[in-house]
Nanobody, 126 residues
């Protein structure tokens, strides 16, 4: 399994960014996909998830600003982020699998999804 991310970088508050993730090594069309992020010194949190039937998930705090999408023909998953805020600054990860919560955060140990992208820094600053 390989998840290769692109996009990210520095953006001013209120700006937009799109992250991309190219998946290979597994049957993409039958796998839920997710995005997670981890701020400095913080536990990773789920940002969004998209299931095989197209249903999407967002935590309430991100609804309306983040949009996840997938292209099964290209084995790609995307995260469109708009109206970005300084608190969105984090390393963002593409994850193969659905967003599973343990105690309000990404599960660790045996329940942690095994396949993550390399991570992409997103910095929101003026």
């Amino acid at each position: 399994v390989q998840l290769v991310q692109s996009g990210g970088g520095l953006v001013q508050p209120g700006g937009s960014l799109r992250l991309s993730c190219a998946a290979s090594g597994f049957t993409f069309s039958t796998s839920a996909m997710s995005w997670a992020r981890q701020g400095r010194g913080e536990a990773p949190d789920w940002v969004s998830g998209i299931y095989t039937d197209g249903r999407t998930y967002y935590p309430d705090s991100l609804k309306g600003r983040f949009t996840i999408s997938r292209d099964n023909a290209k084995n790609m998953v995307y995260l469109q982020m708009s109206n970005l805020k300084p608190e969105d600054t984090a390393i963002y990860y593409c994850v193969a699998g659905p967003p599973l919560y343990c105690g309000g955060h990404v599960c660790e140990g045996e329940l942690r999804p095994p396949h993550w992208g390399q991570g992409t820094q997103v910095t929101v600053s003026s």
